[in-house]
């Protein structure tokens, strides 16, 4: 399958790094070979825009390899990053991961697909934010589908009925799980994003999440 011309754009980067935020997010690859895979492709795609006018993928990679003067092993590595890219690239099962996790967020709520393209286009956030936004509304989400009285799919009118012990009993949910100070700042964080989003599309009157504190994190100490 031919690739898409403009394979060097921004917008393709940063859809392939949510992929890859995915499957690392589901264990599907380590925190090592994530980053190398973000490296890697980063270092194709400078080189073709540096280029004028940008090569094709493949004399892309070849002109790249040519200009190089790494080990063998690293060299390897980069042709597998690239092929990985290449099979995202061309619509290929590889790439499905990331809208697998999009459906299910859009399971519990149509809003998703919405908010994805408000994080996107509207505030422009990178794909690491992007995706840390959503992955921690899913985390919401699956904490709502516990409750016998949550409907799931979530309806339009379900958002003005959360209350703020509902909100307290879900901090309270995620310290029992042992999770930090700053994972838990970050999910109020994305909560307040989210709910903010929902009162600039007219179904919440007011932000029930703002009453929500950010735990402080301990300072450590100075060494002498």
């Known amino acids: ?105 859009n399971s519990f709520t149509p809003l998703s697909g919405e908010y994805f393209d408000h994080l996107t286009s509207y505030h422009n956030y990178s794909s690491h934010t992007t995706f840390n936004y959503l992955y921690d509304l899913k985390q919401f989400f699956s904490f709502l589908s516990l409750s016998s009285s949550t409907e799931i799919p979530l309806l339009d009118s379900f958002w003005s009925s959360i209350s703020k012990r509902l909100l307290m009993n879900y901090i309270t949910f995620l310290s029992k799980r042992s999770n930090s100070d700053r994972t838990i700042n970050r999910r109020i964080s994305s909560l307040r994003n989210f709910f903010t989003f929902l009162l600039e599309i007219d179904l919440l009157s007011s932000v029930p999440s703002s009453s929500l504190k950010f735990r402080k994190s301990p300072k450590s100490l100075p060494q002498f």
């Open 1 to 105: 399958m031919a690739l898409d011309p403009d394979w060097f754009s921004i917008s393709s980067q940063e859809r392939f790094e949510l992929l890859l935020l995915s499957e690392k997010q589901n264990g599907l690859i380590s925190q090592s070979t994530f980053f190398n895979y973000r490296s890697d492709v980063k270092k194709l795609l400078f080189f073709a825009r540096s280029c004028s006018p940008p090569p094709s993928f493949s004399l892309c990679q070849q002109q790249l390899l040519d200009q190089s003067h790494f080990t063998i092993a690293t060299l390897n590595r980069w042709k597998s990053s690239w092929k990985k890219f290449s099979r995202f690239l061309s619509d290929e099962p590889s790439s499905s991961s990331f809208d697998n996790f999009l459906a299910e967020l």
